[in-house]
């Protein structure tokens, strides 16, 4: 969960958490996901790099429309409001198609894929966005 940007005072630093935001024994459960799929470390690869593109094609598409409210709530971890869930949720959606029609994979295979990996993609983007409005 990414905390307020807005502070009282400008010396105070803002610190992410992410620990809060990445799913507890990811590794594990992508691990246990892999060996269960019978998936290649080299497919488990592709399938982390277009998932990564489809969140950045996204959520720039998003900004673009005028969205930014929803992403930062979705990028924040917190979708509270009916559209920052439902922006949330045809992005899992989108990126499960993509994972099914360009990699081949089973729903079930890819749904657990996209559960895993949005998170952990989502709290790097957030990270890298931070990085990049700090400097």
């Known amino acids: 969960m990414l905390p307020d940007l807005r502070t009282k005072d400008k010396t105070t630093k803002t610190m992410i958490y992410?620990?809060?935001f990445i799913p507890r024994n990811a590794s594990h459960r992508l691990q246990q996901?892999?060996?269960w799929g019978r998936l290649r470390q080299e497919q488990?690869?592709?399938a982390y790099y277009l998932t990564k593109d489809t969140v950045l094609q996204f959520l720039r598409r998003q900004l673009e429309r005028g969205n930014w409210r929803e992403v930062q709530e979705v990028l924040r971890g917190k979708?509270?409001?009916r559209a920052g869930q439902f922006l949330y949720?045809?992005?899992r959606d989108r990126v499960i198609g993509k994972l099914i029609m360009r990699l081949g994979l089973r729903k079930i295979i890819a749904v657990g894929l996209a559960m895993v990996l949005l998170p952990v993609i989502?709290?790097?983007v957030a990270g890298e966005l931070l990085r990049r409005i700090r400097q």
């Open 89 to 91: 949720h045809e992005l």
């Open 79 to 81: 979708p509270m409001t």
């Open 18 to 20: 992410m620990h809060q």
């Open 33 to 35: 996901l892999q060996h």
């Open 44 to 46: 488990v690869g592709q």
């Open 122 to 124: 989502l709290a790097q």
